[in-house]
T-cell receptor, first 114, second 110 residues
């Protein structure tokens, strides 16, 4: 079966712009989580959605937001981009709400802010 | 608080066993995981262990959990050059949020 699909794979944006990243979970998976990976901070949890509701949120500023659609696809948005937002953004999906053992990750979107 | 620590580098010879260690602080952790990340790729779940287990074996992989000391290890038997990657230890509690360590870069020399 198809894995977790993240689009686009690479993105270059200018400081101050906004960006939207997309994640299509594995068919049947209703939980989607987002993580930011940087060399300095490592892997940090952004938020988790289940059945279109945000269940959990990490310690990121309000410029970072997300949503989940009725087909479980999720988007995350970053407004007013800063240089420090350059990172690999990873999405993970799971069948079970909050059941971490089942999370499958996508290949990520590499965002570069210049 | 929630914190996961790993050593940053490990170098082994092909055919040897590799042992990657991890410590965590959250005593309410329900699952502990090992993920592998190859260059340019996402995270691949290698194995996981439930917090009431001491050991789990899956082919070349053995996970040991010492809940008292909050210590987790991953042993890779007969390490191959294809095992070269970054290995992340992670924990989750009832909330499902994954807390990752900094990752251990495993280098396998032929």
């Amino acid at each position: 079966k198809a894995g977790v699909t993240q689009t686009p794979r690479y993105l270059i944006k200018t400081r101050g712009q906004q960006v939207t990243l997309s994640c299509s979970p594995i068919s049947g998976h209703r939980s989607v989580s987002w993580y930011q990976q940087t060399p300095g901070q490592g892997l940090q949890f952004l938020f988790e959605y289940f059945s279109e509701t945000q269940r959990n949120k990490g310690n990121f500023p309000g410029r970072f937001s997300g949503r989940q659609f009725s087909n479980s696809r999720s988007e995350m948005n970053v407004s007013t981009l800063e240089l420090g937002d350059s990172a690999l953004y990873l999405c993970a999906s799971s069948q079970e709400k909050g059941r971490g053992y089942g999370y499958t990750f996508g290949s990520g979107t590499r965002l570069t802010v210049v | 608080g929630e914190d996961v620590e790993q050593s940053l580098f490990l170098s082994v010879r092909e055919g040897d066993s590799s042992v990657i260690n991890c410590t965590y602080t959250d005593s309410s952790s329900t699952y502990l995981y090992w993920y592998k990340q190859e260059p340019g790729a996402g995270l691949q779940l290698l194995t996981y262990i439930f917090s009431n287990m001491d050991m789990k074996q899956d082919q070349r992989l053995t996970v040991l959990l010492n809940k008292k000391d909050k210590h987790l290890s991953l042993r890779i038997a007969d390490t191959q050059t294809g095992d070269s990657a970054i290995y992340f230890c992670a924990e989750s509690n009832q909330g499902g949020k994954l807390i990752f360590g900094q990752g251990t870069e495993l280098s396998v020399k032929p």
